[in-house]
């Protein structure tokens, strides 16, 4: 991948009843590039609007790929991939971190009736998880309208498992939280 090659990573840290989506656009030479935020709700259904949000209002039209920390972010606020994919026509990637069984049980147990099967049809509908081996690390990688998601998220990981738009996107959450 060229050095220039720019990701917007979205990551999220939430206290009370909002989460903080930030945006990093960081280059596969590891150069951060721009910054933008946005919010969801905790435990709603608004993720997918945020996330579309913090990559609009960038207005980049050099982002070549947009990576989201997670499918599930403020308890459960399930991101549609494809929806975020056909609204910002980029490949999109979920990265997760830690092998689960997957969140089904979870969301069941957490809503009931039309709040659970929402969440269930959003959930459903997203491409399967497969495990990409980076650094000696494992992560998890659902992707929409990319051909090769581990070289990318390979490319964007200069080291450990966590590539590099997640991770300061990440601080940059945290970072406006703690603002906030």
């Not at 599930?72 to 994919?85: E, G, I, Q, S, T």
């Not at 998220?153 to 966590?162: A, C, D, K, L, N």
């Amino acid at each position: 991948m060229k050095t220039g090659t720019r990701a917007l990573g979205v990551a999220e840290s939430y206290r009370g009843d909002r989460s903080t989506l930030a945006g990093t656009v960081v280059r596969a030479s590891r150069v951060v590039d721009g910054f933008s935020f946005s919010s969801c709700t905790v435990g709603g259904t608004d993720s997918t609007d945020a996330v579309v949000d913090v990559y609009r209002s960038l207005d980049r039209e050099d982002v070549r790929y947009v990576l989201v920390s997670g499918i599930a972010p403020a308890w459960f606020n399930v991101v549609d991939l494809h929806a975020v994919h056909e609204a910002v026509d980029r490949p999109v990637l979920s990265v997760s971190f830690e092998a689960s069984p997957g969140l089904e049980d979870a969301i069941a147990e957490a809503f009931e009736g039309d709040e659970r099967d929402r969440r269930l049809a959003v959930y459903d509908a997203q491409p399967d998880r497969q495990a990409v081996d980076v650094n000696g690390e494992r992560v998890f990688v659902r992707a929409v309208g990319c051909e090769d998601p581990a070289n990318v998220v390979e490319s964007f990981t200069p080291e450990g498992g966590r590539p590099e738009p997640l991770r300061v996107a990440r601080l940059a959450a945290r970072a406006a939280d703690d603002y906030a």
